[in-house]
């Protein structure tokens, strides 16, 4: 199943794309929500390679999960992979300038099941993908907003 959403930010890229590959802000917002995650490695600098692994509570029951950077273009691109226990995600953001202040970014989020309950979960999304789409946008529109002030 892919998700696909965009958002124009007021913004240029660089700036854009600091704000998406802060991996210190990314982790506190994963532990505001009840995840541990841990850097495999102790990299300190965000990069293709680096790695995260930790558990979460996904649909009430705590689930393993790895992430990794698969590629990234500085200003352009960001390319993820993760494995939430038997789901797959792959995530890639664009990040397209518009002009010198304007910057589209754009989100496709592929998500594959390996496991019956995944696929379960999977199923649900796609029933209720009006729903999902809308809550991919207010959390890109919430982020957007966030990089807007600076």
């Given at each position: 199943m892919k998700i696909k959403v965009s958002q124009d930010a007021e913004a240029p890229a660089d700036r854009v794309f600091a704000a998406i590959t802060d991996a210190d802000?990314?982790?506190?917002?994963?532990?505001g929500?009840?995840?541990r995650i841990d850097r495999v490695g102790g990299w300190t600098e965000l990069g293709p390679g680096v790695a995260w692994e930790g558990e979460?509570?996904?649909?009430?029951?705590?689930?393993?999960?790895a992430a990794r950077v698969v590629a990234m273009v500085p200003g352009?691109?960001?390319?993820?992979?993760?494995?939430?226990?038997?789901?797959r995600v792959a995530q890639e953001i664009l990040l397209v300038p518009l002009g010198h202040r304007v910057t589209r970014i754009g989100s496709v989020?592929?998500?594959?099941?390996?496991?019956?309950?995944?696929?379960?979960?999977?199923?649900?999304?796609?029933?209720?993908?009006?729903?999902?789409?809308?809550?991919m946008q207010a959390r890109l529109a919430a982020e957007v907003a966030r990089v807007e002030k600076g």
């Open positions: 802000r990314i982790e506190a917002v994963l532990r929500r009840g995840v979460g509570e996904v649909r009430g029951r705590r689930r393993e999960i352009r691109s960001l390319e993820l992979e993760a494995r939430i226990g038997g789901l989020t592929d998500l594959r099941p390996d496991s019956l309950g995944a696929r379960l979960f999977v199923q649900s999304l796609k029933l209720a993908r009006p729903r999902v789409l809308a809550r």
